[in-house]
C-alpha cells in the first residue's frame, strides 16, 4: 500500500521545508488559494468523508460547515495534538517528521472557515515535537506560507503551538479550549458548541492533527480518490498505534478497514513469544476490551469497531496474551482515570476513585463477589451523566472487563490473590 | 412562550428560563446544587438531572432552556435512578459529621438525602478521602474542604460579583479542594455571601458557628439599616436576640447579596447600652421614672412652653434611620399639635466609614435620608434651629434617634445648643446626647418595629417586628402617640399600617401605596 500520512519513511528529511516542496508541498494550499473558493474546499472535503482522527469520527467537512460565514467575531481554528490516550502514539511522529503537511492542513482548513489565526496545542511532555513544529512554522513563514498575505493570494493565516501541562482532559476539545484560553481545563457544557462559542468566546473549529493532515492529499487527489480507501463511509488510512504482546509493535498507516488478527499476526508479527492472545484494548484505554473470540472477527475501522460494541477510537490496538492479568489491567486504568479526572462532575470525580479502591482490593484478592456487581452499578451511573465522556471512559471499560473477564475476578477473590503474581506480588508464569 | 410539560404538568413559560425555574412554576423541585440564579452555570453537580423526552440521555436541568412541545420527567425511573446515583456520589467521601456542623439543619446534602435518597452507604467509612479542616481562609469564614461538594459556588460569587477571585479550585479529580492562594486571605466586602450560598456545611461564619442551632431561629423580613442601599433581609433571631441577617432575594434593591458591613451591624442593635426605661434628670443625675410619670411630665413642660413662647419655641430634630411612619407621625404632631414649622433631619454618617462601592455599599450610613427628605424634612434645618437658638427663639429640643452630641461634637453641640432650655431624648441607647438631656425616653431599634424605609433609589420596603423591644422602651410612633394624646387628647393611629395609610392620603410621595402591600421587594415612591 502507497504511504501517504507516513511518506517521511520513504522521503528523508521530509521535515524540511525544500525536501516537502520538491515533494508536492504546499500544492494543495496554492489549490485552496487561488483555485477554490472556501465552500468549495468545505465541499471536497465533505464529499472525502473524511472523518475526525481524535476518537469521535465527526464528519470534518460537516464540522466545517457549522462555523457561521458571516461571523462578526474572529474565527478560531485549534489543533488537538494533547495526543494522550493511553496507547497513543501517532502524533509525535506526524510533529516530527511531517510538520510541513499539518501547517498545509491547517492553513487550508483556516481558508476553508474563514479563519486568520490558528492555534496548535500540544501535550505538555511534546517538548521536542514543539521545537520540531516551530522549526517547521519558522520555515514556512519565511518563505510565505504562514502569515501575512500566503502565497501572494491576499489571504493571512497565523499559526502559533502552545503546549498544556500535561493534563489528559486537555484533549478533550472543549477542556483544550479552557487550557488554551489560560484556564483550569475543565470542559464545557454544550450547547453552545465551539463552532459558535469556541476559543475567547469565537467560533472555532477543533481538528486532530492526522485529520488535518489528510486534507492536502484531499485536494490534491480529489475526492473520489480519497474515498476508494477503505469503507466508502469512513474512507482514508489510519495511523494505528500496534502495541502490547506482539513482536512487531510499532505505528503502522493502514487502510480503514484492515482486520485486527491481521495487524496483530500478519502486520505485528504474532504474539510475544508464541504465545496465544487473550484480549485487545481497541481504541484507546477508554473503549471497551475486545476478548480473544471478538478480536479475531474485528474490522478496524470506525463504523465496524462500534457494531462490535466498542470503537476505533485514535487507532489503538493494545495486544494482551494469555499471562495478562485483567484485574491489573483494568486497576491500571481505573488508577489513570481517577488521577486524570478533572473533577468538576460529581459523578466522574467521586466514581473514578471509588472504582479504583474497589479494583485496588480486587487485584490483592480482598474483593468480594458482591463488588462486581457494585462495579456494574457505579459505571450505570456515572455513563452519560456527565459534563463529557471521562466518565463514560472508565465506565464502559468496567463493564466490559467485569462481562468479559468475570472468572478473572472470581479466580482473584476465591485464591484471595492475583493468580498471576506469586506470593511476593512479582509476576510469574501462569503454569 | 414556549408552552412545555414538566412531570405532566403544562408549563408556559419565558424563553429565556431553565428547567430549573420553569419547573418552580409549576410547584415542581427540580434539585440542584450548582446552580445559583446569580451566578454563572457550571453544570457541574449534576443533581438537576431530568429525563427530556427525545433527548439521548439525561440532561442538566440548569443548562437547559425550555423549549416549545418539550416534555419532562423529573421523577421518571430514570431521573430518580440519577438524583439517588449522584447523592451517592456526593456523600462516599463526605464526612458525615452533621452533628457537629453548623450547617445542620440548612444543609441541602440533608435535605435531599431525605428527599431523594434514603439509601443505606456502599462506602467503606475508613477509606473516605481526607482534606484540610476548619481553615480560616480570612473575612470572617471558615472553610471545610472534606465537607465541600465542589460545586464552585463561593469560586464563582468571587469571579464574577466581587471580581476579586480569592478562591480556586485546586488539584484534580477527587482531590479537587477550594482553597485560597498561599498567604493572600480572603479580602472583601461580600465574604458572607459565600457561607449563604455554600449548600453544604463546607464555608461556615466564624461569628455565628456554634451559637445556635438554626432550627431555632425565627426569620423575620426585614432591611438593613447600614446604609441607605437598604438591602432586603431576613433577620434571623431566637428569644429576642439576633444571631444573623440573611440577604433576602429582591431584584430591584440588593439581587440575592448584602455586605459584611450591613450583615455585621446587628450587634450595634442589642448592645448593653440599650435603654429599657424613661429617665428624668434629678441632681445631674438620670435617674428611673415609669412611662406615666414620663409623658406627664414632658406634655406640662410643652405645654408652658406652647404656651408662653409659641409653638416655634419647641423644635424636633428626627434622624434619618428614622422609619417613613416615625417621621411622618412627628411631623404631624409637629405641625397641628405643637404648631411649630421647627423640624430637622439628621443625617449623618461617622468619620471614617466607608465610602460608596461597585456592588451595593453606600457611603451614606442612614437607611430612610430619602424617606425623610420625601416628607419634606430638610437635611440643612439643623443650622436654623441653631440660629434660633443664639436669637433666643427656640427653648426646646425634642431629639428622636439623633445623637446629635456625637454627630456635631460635644463641643459644637454646646456651641450651638448649649443655650436650650429643655430637652427630650427619644433614643435607643444611652448615647452621649442622653447625658445633656431632661428626660429620655427608651424607643425599639428598627428589628423590634413594623414600617417602612426609603432606599436612596426612592425604593419604599417594609420592615417588620421581630421580636418586642427590650424593658419597658416601646416604639417611637407609640411614644409619639403618647405625647399627643397627654397634650390634646386625641388619639392617634399607634400601628404602622394606620400610620402609613395616614401619610399616603396626607403626602403626595406616597400617594396610592399601602404598608400591607408593598409585597417583599417593596414599592417606588410615587413620581414627584
Redesign the interface.
Known sequence: MERILTRWLDIPDLRKLNVYLDNGGYKALRKALFEMKPEDIINEVKNSNLRGRGGAAFPTGAKWSFIPKDSKKPVYVCVNGDESEPGTFANRYQFENDPHGIIEGIVIACRAVGSHNAYVYLRGEFTVQQRSMDAALAEARAAGYVGKNIMGSGYDVDIWTHKGAGAYICGEESALLESLEGKRGYPRNRPPFPAIVGAFGCPTVVNNIETLSNVPHILNRGADWYKAIGPEKSPGTKLVCLSGHVNKPGLYELPMGTPLREIIYDIGGGILGGKTLKGVIPGGSSFPVLNKEETERAIFDFDSMRAIGSAMGSGVVIVMDEDTCMIDMLLATAHFYHHESCGQCTPCREGTGWIEKIMTEMEAGQGKIEQLELLNNISDNMVGNTICVLADSIAMPVKSYVTKFRGEFEEHIRLGRCPFKNKNGSAQQAA | MPKLTIDGKEVEADASLNLINAAEQVGVEIPHYCYHPGLS???????C?VEVEKA???Q?AC?TRVAEGMVVHTNSAKAK??QK??L???L??HPIDCPVCDQAGECKLQDYYMDYDQEPS??PLP?K?RKGKAIDIGAGVMLDQERC??CARCTRFFDEVTKTSEL??F??????RIDIYPGQPVNNNYAGNIVDICPVGALTEKEFRFRMRVWYLHRTASVCGGCERGCSIDIHHHRGRIYRFKPRFNPDVNSYWMCDEGRHSFPGLQNETRLTSPLVQAKDQLVVEPWGEAVRRAASIIADYKRTFGGNSIAVVVDATSTNEEAFALKQFMKTTIGSERIAMLSWSPPGTSGDDELLLRANKNPNTRGLAALGIAGDGLDGLAAAVASGELKMLITFRADLVRALGEQEFVRRFGALDYMLVLSTDANETCQMANQVWPIAAYPEIDGSFTNFKGRVQRIKEAFPPPGNAIAGVEAIARLGKALDGVERPRSADAVFAAMASAEPAFKGMALATLGEHGADLAAS
Open positions: 452555570i457550571p453544570g457541574n453537580c449534576r443533581m438531572l439521548p440521555k439525561l442538566i443548562n435512578t440519577a446515583a449522584v451517592e456520589f456526593l462516599i467521601n456502599r462506602f477509606e478521602n461538594i465542589l480556586a479550585i488539584e484534580r479529580g477527587d482531590h479537587n
